[in-house]
């Protein structure tokens, strides 16, 4: 990786950085703390990883966190796995989310929008009022503090209400997204023995209504812990018998009562894509999600209440809890339920439009399907409100970076960030008050000690390795579901680098200070030493307009020779013949390295990928290697379990 500087795509001006909240907080900081008053964000962040106890701290005063009890200190204990994070503690995460009301009571605390793209406004007060009806009438269920309750719901207003109601309860919230299949909701939800159950009646996407009722009988018949289920009449259907109606819980004025718990008290519960095995379920506090997530949406994306939140996402992904915290900073949270491309490819555009939204998150194969369509965002909508535009989900491409540039504003703040579901956050992204280069993310995110490890656990500066972390974070799970022994936890995420969280993916930190990300290590191309992420691949392959999507994957053979497939999803009316193959391995190339030509281009009917939209490759790997359907993926992760029928069969005709 070239350590040159070359000129940044985007730099804040000096009015901007004076006035982010991360200028602010870190005179404040420097004033209270002993935080270091110049040099800027990176030391700052020095500072936050290398006094961990002032740096947090420091954050809970910054956003006037309410303690009920005093902690007796911020760090009881720093090991990893089993950080405690201000011990003796006591708060309430969904408090803090509906906070705004005091002062804002008539503004909306959220924007609903559907398929016709019109907002429909939740006011703090109406917001705050449904959660206090219903956790009262949660309370009059017998739901107590650590019981679990679930929603199998899209990303309408009604699951914030179940969300922030089963907090203030001090319950434990989990959700799966309606077009999850029985099968895979059940894989999570059976996990953690749910008491209540929130459901629709189906949910529309694409312009069509899709029917849930069966899958819904499918999971009160599984889940025999159930003490309540709650329909949600999305589609206008009446509740199935024995059900209770969401409008009856929800009409009472009444107030709402905090259960006041301990930081470490479980607030939710995310699975991990699952793609071998029963999906990980992963355990996160009310304390630790509520410092890290002010942390990252008030500092890095600069959130307050001026600010509209947009990120299109379902309840079945992080990134819909990420969105929710958004609350927790006063801003007015935007909800989107349908097609990300529906009735046509600008349909995430035309909601950022009509909402305000100042902040819009979307995926990087979003932004590059828009390219490909040829859109222009900037042109034929009025994005003048929209400040950031945020990527996750996959490294967001050069190519992605400068069509943001070109087709939205040349003075727009690109914000490619990265984390995970194991802490709901991010490792490295958004930082208001650096510029942006192309391909890189601006930082890795205060208070994280993120690093590039090579395989003996040196750190690497400009050149590929593990993206470890090397101190707590408060969001880091407190445990997961049924591993008593804590050792599926210590195997997911400690197993390669004792006491230091390795998290799967191959990174370069550049000597300038920001951020590669090159996809997952697991699954990452080592051709004669010289190590590559699957993402490069793809983003110099799907610049061809032949092709749809891709799958590369790298095999070591018994014999000490590694095969690497690319397989290639056409666009309509291609055809893999000569000469596009002669493309596609000019292609790598010239924009990646002679090495990394593929030793076989294979067209394949689809991609598969796990239901949050990732491409499957280490389970693809293991079918090529000869480890049984079965065995090699829990099929109800997959989007379409057919496709994978493709590579048993070329894996049974390679042997």
């Known amino acids: 990786m070239s350590t040159v500087n070359p000129q940044p795509l985007w730099q804040p001006d000096p009015q901007r950085i004076a006035r982010s909240q991360v200028t602010r907080f870190q005179a404040w900081a420097a004033e209270h703390h ?49 950080a405690e994070w201000f011990p003796g503690a006591t708060l309430n995460y969904a408090e803090h989310a509906l906070r705004a009301a005091e002062t804002r009571a008539d503004e909306p605390a959220l924007l609903y929008v559907d398929e016709t793209h019109e907002p429909t406004p939740v006011t703090w007060s109406e917001l705050r009022r449904q959660v206090g009806s219903l956790a009262a009438e949660l309370r009059a269920l017998g739901v107590r503090p650590g019981d679990r309750v679930s929603g199998y719901l899209p990303n309408i207003p009604q699951a914030v209400v179940a969300l922030l109601a089963t907090a203030a309860v001090g319950a434990v919230w989990t959700s799966c997204a309606p077009d999850f299949g029985a099968r895979s909701v059940l894989d999570r939800f059976q996990q953690v023995e749910p008491v209540v159950l929130f459901t629709v009646d189906g949910y529309r996407y694409g312009g069509k209504e899709h029917d849930r009722r069966e899958t819904v009988t499918e999971l009160r018949r599984e ?113 989107y339920d349908g097609s990300p491309g529906y009735p046509d490819t600008g349909a995430q555009w035309r909601i950022a439009e009509r909402t305000g939204a100042t902040f819009y998150g979307t995926s990087a194969a979003y932004v590059m399907a828009c390219r490909k369509a040829d859109a222009h965002p900037g042109r034929d909508f009025d994005l003048s409100q929209v400040q950031c535009v945020a990527t996750t989900g996959s490294p967001l491409p050069p190519d992605g970076f400068r069509w943001l540039h070109d087709e939205v504003r040349e003075d727009l703040w690109i914000a490619s960030v990265s984390g995970g579901t194991d802490v709901c956050s991010c490792f490295a992204g958004a930082v208001p008050t650096l510029p942006v280069h192309i391909g890189e993310l601006q930082a890795p995110s205060l208070g994280t000690d993120l690093q590039s ?100 994957i790298g095999i070591e053979q018994p014999d000490g020779g ?74 109800g992760s997959i989007d379409n379990l057919d496709l994978l029928h493709f590579y048993e069969d070329l894996a049974r005709k390679r042997a």
């Open 34 to 82: 002993g935080a270091p008053a110049d040099g800027g964000y990176e030391a700052l962040h020095r500072w936050s990883v290398d006094a961990l106890e002032p740096f947090w701290e420091a954050v809970t005063q910054w956003f006037d966190l309410r303690f009920s009890t005093p902690y007796a200190r911020v760090l009881g204990d720093r090991s990893m796995p089993g």
């Open 223 to 335: 889940l025999p812990t159930l003490r309540a289920v709650v329909h949600i009449p999305l589609l206008g259907t009446e509740a199935p018998e024995g059900a209770l109606e969401w409008a009856a819980l929800t009409r009472a004025d009444t107030e709402p009562v905090f259960e006041q718990v301990p930081f470490a008290h479980p607030l939710w519960v995310l699975y991990s894509s699952g793609t071998t095995g029963l999906p990980k379920a992963i355990v996160q506090s009310q304390g630790g999600i509520l410092v890290e997530h002010l942390k990252q949406l008030g500092l890095h994306c600069d959130l307050g209440p001026e600010d509209r939140f947009f990120w299109y996402t379902s309840t079945g992904w992080m990134m819909w809890n990420f969105l929710v915290s958004g609350l927790l900073t006063g801003t007015t949270v935007v909800l």
């Open 453 to 552: 490890w090579d395989p003996s656990g040196k750190p690497l500066i400009d050149e590929v390795g593990e993206l470890v972390v090397t101190n707590p974070m408060p969001s880091m799970p407190i445990h997961f579901w049924n591993d008593p022994d804590g050792s599926r936890y210590h195997d997911s995420y400690f197993d390669t680098y004792p006491g230091v969280w390795r998290h799967g993916d191959w990174i370069t930190l550049t000597s300038r200070g920001s951020v590669v990300i090159h996809g997952r290590s697991d699954s990452t191309l080592n051709r004669q030493g010289v190590r590559m992420g699957s993402a490069d691949i793809y983003e110099a392959v799907e610049r061809l307009p032949e092709i749809k999507e891709s799958l590369v």
């Open 562 to 635: 590694y095969w690497m497939p690319l397989f290639v999803h056409l666009a309509p009316g291609a055809v893999l013949d000569q000469a596009l193959l002669d493309r596609i391995k000019q292609t790598i190339r010239e924009n990646l390295s002679p090495r990394h030509i593929p030793d076989e281009v294979i067209e394949v009917p689809g991609i598969p990928h796990t239901l949050t939209g990732k491409r499957i490759e280490v389970p693809v790997k293991r079918l090529l290697q000869g480890t049984p359907l079965e065995k090699a993926v829990n099929p």
